[in-house]
């Protein structure tokens, strides 16, 4: 009892220094979500602000889109897809001012005015290919038999420039007992190229008032960015990246200025400025985006090595820091009220951390996995936390109003002395002089300086040929072949153990089919291996090749063995070295 005692009064105790009221949580609402799949919006132009979640359900035909009103569910509709995105945007200024609801979901964005469905539009169509579409008019023409197909469209995938459609790659992933069914009944449809929305966000058309009018950004499968316009949905601007985007976050108005901003597969991010059709900046991240969000103007990401690192507009990187667990998402914290931006980040070890630049200010506890965050007016609360688990559940917090973060709150994350900038003193009489003194010497100095490292350079040589006539360790370079080798010879005799390190100097070429040969006297010594075959030399890697020597003098004397490097077919050697054998101590004394 004492324990249990104990344990609720640090609870207690937790709770009163916390930050954060816990409003609500309910590990069974069976939401199951991203945080690019969650928005805050007023539905109704009331002034109560609803959650609009695009779940993803359970199965592949349980995906809705779920509209939340404090801690009730207050509608539902069915999404024929999994949703990619959900955003709120204005699409006309009638009064009253009332937002609809964006679902990205496969190649469609649907909207919804009022909870109900009130527009589709479907991405435009890409190039096909040409030989493609040829070929499955000749099967449309039975001219062609279903192996045939198979076997030109397995030419085309590999040789075209322009990518095979859908209905082509089903065809070429199914079993030949099911080719042919699929071609009797997709052949005689038209062939369509369609790609699909990867992520989405909003941009103000021409005005930054919260209620002005908003442009949708779309990213997509094929590698580009789009714009739409929000009355006649047609597509307004048109820009192509290297990869295909994952997340996106957009700032100004499409008519003055704006820039976008693009994490993509490939590790990098783009950023674009207004009328650019290509990336003006480009930012390579150490592994993959987890989530992008812009705080002011510098832009924070989230990567898959436990690290959140922070850039400026430009490109230009301003801190990194570790995390301790793997990042699951993130998302920004506005405090308008106060003026107060920061990132939190969700972390696998159920913990949800807050960021202010590279400072750690607050840290929350949850009580599962977080994959979803999403902060704002919820209600009439201003500053809300709303976040869903990985098993499904609901948590929000509420900000308390007297709730100040500071960078001392937390004992995690960089010291607060290492932003104190260092007193440097002025210069003094000593440094003054020292500086005129090198402005009027410099030729001098200079000459001085050329002299020493020339008699740096003098002395490395003589040690240098000191050590190839001792032949204490023989080196061979050759400049026909990027080979090099080092000789060592072990052992007070009368057998010694002589190891030759080959190694290639090439960074892209391996060495290949080469061969050891050794000459000496064989009156004086005996090999067991005199010949044999090197292994495959690989770029950056020491291959340590070893052989036995057996001195059959006892007159005490030694000679020279020569190494030789040759190449199968080839007659000139590629390498060659002399060993001084040393003298046989063990022969000597006998």
């Known amino acids: 009892m004492a324990t249990a005692a ?151 995938r590999e040789k075209a420039d322009i990518p095979l459609s859908v209905r082509s790659l089903r065809f070429l992933a199914l079993d030949p007992p099911e080719m042919d069914s699929f071609v009797n009944q997709y052949k005689m449809q038209p062939i369509k190229r369609q790609t699909v929305i990867t992520c989405m966000s909003t941009l103000k058309k021409n005005m930054a008032d919260e209620d002005a009018i908003s442009c949708l950004v779309l990213g997509t499968e094929s590698n580009e960015i789009l714009v739409l316009d929000p009355e006649a949905f047609t597509v307004l601007a048109r820009m192509t990246l290297p990869s295909v985007p994952a997340f996106l976050d957009v700032m100004g108005q499409f008519d003055v200025e704006y820039r976008l901003t693009a994490a993509c597969r490939n590790g990098c991010v ?131 109003r007297t709730a100040v973060f500071d960078k001392g709150d937390a004992s995690v994350g960089a010291p607060i002395a290492q932003s104190i900038k260092l007193s440097v003193p002025k210069k003094t009489k000593l440094y003054v002089d020292q500086t005129l003194r090198e402005r009027e010497c410099s030729v001098a100095m200079h000459q001085v300086f050329q002299m020493e490292l020339n008699c740096l350079r003098l002395l490395a040589t003589r040690t240098y040929a000191q050590a190839l006539e001792s032949s204490l360790t023989p080196i061979a370079e050759t400049l026909q072949e990027p080979l090099k080798m080092n000789a060592v010879v072990q052992g007070i ?61 006892g007159k005490g004397i030694s000679d020279i063995i020569k190494v030789f490097v040759l190449r199968e077919g080839e007659s000139a050697p590629l390498l060659m070295a002399h060993i001084n054998m040393p003298i046989s101590e063990g022969l000597a004394a006998a």
């Not at 805050?40 to 509209?67: I, N, P, Q, R």
């Not at 200024?93 to 527009?119: D, I, M, Q, W």
């Not at 002011?296 to 430009?314: E, P, R, W």
């Not at 050891?516 to 770029?539: C, N, Q, T």
Request: aromatic share 10%.
């Open 6 to 156: 104990s344990s609720s009064s640090t609870g207690e105790s937790t709770q009163a220094n916390s930050k954060w009221l816990d409003a609500h949580y309910d590990p069974v609402a069976n939401l199951y979500t991203f945080s690019s799949c969650v928005s805050l919006a007023d539905l109704h132009g009331d002034g109560e602000y609803k959650l609009v979640v695009g779940d993803l359900g359970t199965s592949w035909h349980d995906m809705k889109l779920k509209v939340y009103r404090g801690t009730d569910l207050l509608s539902e509709n069915a999404l024929p897809d999994l949703p990619a995105s959900v955003v709120a945007f204005l699409m006309e200024l009638h009064e009253p001012h009332t937002p609809a609801v964006a679902v990205a979901s496969g190649p469609f964005v649907y909207v919804y005015k009022n909870l109900r469905p009130y527009f589709k539009f479907t991405l435009p169509t890409l190039e096909t290919n040409p030989l493609e579409k040829d070929v499955w008019e000749q099967a449309k023409e039975d001219k062609i038999d279903t192996p045939t197909l198979k076997e030109m469209l397995e030419m085309i």
């Open 270 to 400: 783009y950023i674009f400025r207004r009328d650019s059709k290509k990336p003006k900046y480009c930012v390579e991240l150490s592994s993959q985006p987890v989530g992008l969000v812009r705080v002011q103007k510098n832009i924070v990401t989230a990567c898959s090595d436990q690290t959140l690192q922070g850039y400026t507009q430009k490109g230009k990187k301003l801190w990194t820091i570790l995390l301790p667990a793997t990042p699951m998402t993130m998302s920004l914290m506005d405090q308008k009220s106060r003026g107060f931006q920061a990132v939190l980040v969700a972390l696998a070890n159920m913990e949800v951390h807050l960021y202010q630049d590279k400072s750690l200010v607050n840290v929350i506890q949850t009580q599962e996995v977080v994959t979803s965050i999403c902060f704002g007016r919820y209600g009439r609360e201003d500053n809300t936390l709303v976040m869903t688990t990985k098993g499904g559940g609901l948590i929000i917090k509420i900000l308390k």
């Open 493 to 553: 005799g009368p057998t010694f153990k002589l190891t030759l390190h080959l190694q290639t100097t090439s960074a892209t070429r391996p060495a290949i089919n080469l061969f050891i040969s050794f000459r000496y006297d064989e009156g004086l010594y005996y090999m067991a291996r005199p010949f044999f075959k090197a292994p495959m030399l690989v770029p950056g890697l020491n291959y340590p090749l070893e052989t036995f020597v057996e001195c059959l003098s």
